[in-house]
């Protein structure tokens, strides 16, 4: 399987991992993925670029069946507002397509926010760089790699 920039970091950072492919529907979500690798929704982590007020960028990872509150997440992160960032930008401040979004190697280095609640799993599956493509890793190596900033910002889907 050829390298993206998310698995090129990853072997940088000597992070363990494991690869998983499903066949990528446009729109299907962590629902899809989850199904299709046989695990818990709740272990498979978005990884969604939003942009602050003044459009500064950022990376939010949550769990697949939770949703982000941009009200607590502006709160804890201490600026106004947040919001998604439209497609075309998400793609340029990340380097990646939409649907394909890794937190690892990102074009630029953006300030990433965990869910807390993340940490308690034993593994995440997680976007590798690509479509369809989804690699496994102990949560802690976020911690490690991308030292994200801690936030409680889950909402029930």
Not at 10 to 30: D, F, I, N, S
Not at 38 to 57: R, Y
């Amino acid at each position: 399987m050829a390298d993206t920039q998310a698995t090129v970091f990853l072997k940088a950072h000597r992070v363990a991992y494991t690869e998983h492919e499903y066949p990528y529907v446009e729109h299907g979500g962590t629902a899809l993925s989850a199904r299709a690798l046989g695990v818990s929704e709740h272990e498979v982590v978005k990884t969604l670029v939003m942009q602050d007020e003044a459009g500064k960028p950022l990376i939010v990872l949550m769990h697949g069946d939770r949703k982000v509150s941009t009200k607590n997440l502006a709160r804890q992160a201490g600026v106004k507002r947040i919001e998604p960032c439209a497609p075309e930008s998400a793609q340029r401040h990340s380097g990646y397509r939409v649907g394909g979004t890794s937190p690892f190697g990102t074009r630029k280095q953006l300030p990433v926010y965990l869910e807390r609640t993340i940490l308690e799993l034993p593994k995440i599956y997680i976007n590798g760089g690509r479509r369809g493509f989804l690699v496994g890793i102990a949560p802690q190596e976020i911690m490690r790699t991308l030292q994200p900033t801690l936030v409680e910002v889950a909402l029930d889907d």
